[in-house]
């Protein structure tokens, strides 16, 4: 057991933004269709990516949303996201990658909650993110991302 | 003519970094089978449109050639792809959307790798010309996004 989990590299983080609300939503909203959860998840992966690659958290900040920037901080993403980083964990490939499993999308009070699997050639993707609507437009209020390379 | 083209938001920017050799590849590169290019394409697009939607060319510097790195600030970058700020010209449903047309990639008299093609999003059809080193690291981009009429 122990030499296959020195085959594989796994790096998981999560960072969620505390939900203020939590017993019931402030507004309706709506969960969005098929399409646009799939760019959801692909350009949350890839701002993630870009990211945990140059090492610099900035832009993943700017479009996050005002919860998750009221928490953390360019600098404390870094740090949090160093294992990625440090081992230029490159997950460019999820961009086109088939979904390997997926949950139902849900509201969980007012956050979109999307949760699933990627198999690319070399990783296993594991996400869970979660958004909320700032001014009209889904951003990302939490992420946990798991990427363990697979054996070849 | 006119109240057609009034209807439509065209942004057209170029940046190439000049190459030093022109007799010889400045890079030995073999094409990467399509699913290669595939990623190439949007990974490239999506994080230059997190740039334009951030006003951040930080990090899409920093993901580039060291020769595009040698030419290029954040700053020039900046101002360079203006219009797709103020035009809100944004496009990330390129993660997803299919391709409208493709030209077969090619690896240019400079050692090159060219990728060039349009998309089609519900709002925007974006025409890329994109060029890579060998490591597969940005050299040049020239990017068209045309507002579709509603």
């Given at each position: 057991?122990k030499?296959?989990?020195?085959c594989l590299?796994?790096a998981?983080?999560?960072?969620?933004?505390?939900?203020?609300?939590?017993?019931?939503?402030?507004?309706?909203?709506?969960?969005?269709?098929?399409?646009?959860?799939?760019?959801?998840?692909?350009?949350?992966?890839?701002?993630?990516?870009?990211?945990?690659?140059?090492?610099?958290?900035?832009?993943?900040?700017?479009?996050?949303?005002?919860?998750f920037?009221?928490?953390?901080?360019?600098?404390?993403?870094?740090?949090?996201?160093?294992?990625?980083s440090?081992?230029?964990?490159?997950?460019?490939?999820?961009v086109t990658?088939?979904?390997?499993?997926?949950?139902?999308?849900?509201?969980?009070?007012?956050?979109?909650?999307?949760?699933?699997?990627?198999k690319?050639?070399?990783?296993?993707?594991k996400?869970?993110?979660?958004?909320?609507?700032?001014?009209?437009?889904?951003?990302?209020?939490?992420?946990?991302?798991?990427?363990?390379?697979?054996?070849? | 003519?006119?109240?057609?083209?009034?209807?439509?938001?065209?942004?057209?920017?170029?940046?190439?970094?000049l190459?030093?050799?022109?007799?010889?590849?400045?890079?030995?590169?073999?094409?990467?089978?399509?699913?290669?290019?595939?990623?190439?394409?949007?990974?490239?697009?999506?994080?230059?449109?997190?740039?334009?939607?951030?006003?951040?060319?930080?990090?899409?510097?920093?993901?580039?050639?060291?020769?595009?790195q040698?030419?290029?600030?954040?700053?020039?970058?900046?101002?360079?792809?203006?219009?797709?700020?103020?035009?809100?010209?944004?496009?990330?449903?390129?993660?997803?959307?299919?391709?409208?047309?493709?030209?077969?990639?090619?690896?240019?008299?400079?050692g090159?790798?060219?990728?060039?093609?349009?998309?089609?999003t519900?709002?925007?059809?974006?025409?890329?010309?994109?060029r890579?080193?060998?490591?597969?690291?940005?050299?040049?981009?020239?990017?068209?996004a045309?507002?579709?009429?509603?």
């Open positions: 057991m030499s296959i989990r020195a590299a796994t998981i983080v999560a960072l969620f933004a505390v939900t203020f609300v939590s017993l019931a939503p402030a507004f309706a909203v709506d969960i969005p269709d098929d399409d646009d959860q799939d760019i959801l998840i692909r350009a949350t992966l890839m701002t993630f990516n870009d990211a945990n690659l140059s090492g610099n958290y900035s832009v993943f900040m700017a479009k996050a949303s005002k919860e920037q009221a928490q953390f901080t360019a600098e404390k993403m870094a740090s949090a996201f160093e294992s990625f440090k081992n230029k964990v490159d997950l460019g490939d999820v990658a088939d979904y390997d499993s997926y949950e139902k999308a849900r509201l969980d009070g007012n956050a979109l909650v999307l949760v699933g699997v990627f690319t050639d070399d990783f296993e993707v996400y869970n993110l979660r958004f909320l609507r700032n001014e009209d437009v889904w951003k990302v209020s939490s992420i946990n991302v798991d990427a363990t390379k697979t054996k070849h | 003519m006119k109240s057609f083209r009034a209807n439509l938001v065209t942004c057209v920017v170029a940046l190439f970094a190459a030093i050799a022109w007799v010889l590849p400045a890079f030995a590169a073999d094409i990467p089978d399509d699913d290669s290019q595939d990623v190439l394409i949007r990974t490239t697009l999506l994080t230059f449109n997190d740039a334009n939607m951030t006003n951040n060319y930080a990090i899409m510097l920093a993901r580039s050639s060291k020769q595009f040698s030419q290029f600030t954040a700053d020039k970058l900046t101002t360079a792809f203006e219009k797709f700020r103020t035009n809100k010209l944004f496009f990330e449903e390129v993660a997803t959307a299919d391709y409208d047309s493709s030209e077969k990639a090619v690896i240019d008299k400079e090159a790798l060219v990728l060039v093609g349009v998309f089609k519900d709002d925007l059809q974006v025409k890329y010309n994109l890579f080193d060998d490591a597969w690291k940005m050299l040049g981009i020239n990017v068209d045309t507002k579709k009429k509603q």
